[in-house]
């Protein structure tokens, strides 16, 4: 009966996201235009529970699961790029933050009356850090990209762990209420434009030790929460879960493209193919069936990844080193499959894409965004896989 009523709770959650598909559609153009995800929206995947789907039960979240996470972030993606990216990440990073520290964090977190929402980014551009009594003091920090920065009341940084000398001795990961960083509004940029990734940039701010941990210890499944030991969503790996926040993101864009382009279809006119209709020439056949299956075989990859980290966390055997090397080639050749498969029907689509107005211009842009992070990288993550088959060591440390 519990195991029948999770999964109603999960099913509810992936259709209340597919819900919010033509809403989505309607407020894209605003979305991108203000450069942020517009109040109402926000509001709305806050009543409907869709921020909070990998927050704790403890502090009143859905602690769902990986699979669960993949269909939302891919339905939310479907109808908005930059609405799913901002979907994507601010769950993640509950993942992260419940995870990676300790109950007495978690507390003051959560029990601060803030509608919590997380944003961050890891790695910093610029940052001088102090060891004092009693934690850290930032003297100056500088972190580009931090997605969700202008919806965010707490966030999560990546920074040196230094001793009393000044020697960096391990990466970190720091938490804090976003009152005390600055959001510099310089996210002006082609895709994604409405995630309002913007700057953060700290000064003199001091973090205290509880809201420090260590990174490395972290993506090795080390992690303070020993209050959440018992669940198996907080001993999901985390890198591969970071990855994928990343990733599905561009699954839900996918579907969108080819959905838009098998809706446009039927009306538009073909010219020097030998046929009155587009959907008559047998290039569009082909174009078609290829799109479709690329999209199909990113899907098949997607759900690999979820459900191993899923069955890992679920066995209580953190995912080994090789599997979670495996898992960002899965992930990175399921976003080639994307990309291709959009590639296809941009030409599908023919000069009518470069109208300003033309939403598959709109998928296009965000998906090119998306592809030029590092973290998915289709060729980075088969070389380190290749490597580790080979019997060399992954060349990416953070895995």
């Not at 109402?40 to 996470?69: P, V």
């Not at 940084?157 to 970190?172: A, C, K, R, T």
């Not at 199909?296 to 990844?305: I, L, N, S």
């Amino acid at each position: 009966m519990m195991t029948s009523t999770i999964l109603d709770v999960q099913t509810e959650l992936v259709e209340k996201a597919r819900s919010f598909v033509p809403r989505l559609r309607e407020r894209a153009k605003e979305t991108e235009e203000i450069r942020r995800i517009p109040d109402a929206t926000i509001n709305e995947l806050k009543e409907s529970g869709l921020f909070y789907i990998l927050r704790s039960k403890q502090f009143g979240g859905y602690q769902t699961n990986m699979r669960t996470y993949t269909d939302i972030v891919t339905e939310i993606s479907r109808g908005c790029g930059s609405t799913g990216w901002i979907v994507a990440l601010c769950c993640i990073r509950e993942l992260m933050i419940s995870e990676s520290f300790s109950e007495m964090t978690h507390q003051e977190i959560y029990g601060s009356g803030d509608d919590i929402v997380f944003s961050g980014v890891f790695e910093p551009r610029k940052i001088q850090v102090k060891k004092v009594e009693g934690g850290y003091i930032i003297e100056e920090g500088y972190w580009p990209f931090c997605s969700g920065s202008l919806h965010a009341t707490w966030g999560y940084f990546g920074m040196p762990i230094v001793d009393e000398d000044g020697n960096v001795v391990d990466q970190g990961l720091i938490t804090l209420p976003m009152s005390q960083v600055e959001i510099t509004d310089d996210w002006h940029v082609m895709g994604l434009c409405g995630t309002g990734s913007n700057s953060i940039n700290m000064k003199n701010v001091f973090v205290p030790d509880h809201r420090v941990v260590s990174f490395t210890d972290a993506i090795a499944g080390k992690f303070q929460s020993n209050h959440f030991r018992d669940i198996p969503l907080y001993n999901t790996a985390l890198f591969p879960a970071l990855a994928m926040s990343i990733g599905v993101p561009g699954l839900g864009m996918a579907k969108a493209a080819l959905e838009l382009f098998m809706e446009k279809l039927p009306n538009r006119r073909a010219a020097n193919l030998g046929v009155e209709y587009l959907s008559d020439a047998v290039t569009t056949h082909h174009q078609a069936a290829e799109a479709s299956l690329k999209i199909e075989t990113a899907t098949m990859h997607f759900y690999q990844v979820a459900d191993h980290l899923d069955a890992c966390a679920v066995s209580g055997a953190y995912m080994s080193k090789f599997e979670r090397v495996k898992a960002l080639a899965n992930i990175g050749y399921a976003v080639q499959s994307c990309k291709e498969a959009i590639d296809i029907l941009i030409l599908a689509t023919g000069s009518a894409y470069v109208g300003n107005g033309n939403p598959m211009q709109r998928i296009g842009r965000d998906f090119a965004a998306l592809y030029t992070h590092r973290t998915v990288s289709p060729i980075t993550s088969k070389e380190n896989l290749g490597r580790e088959l080979c019997g060399l060591s992954s060349n990416t440390k953070n895995i």
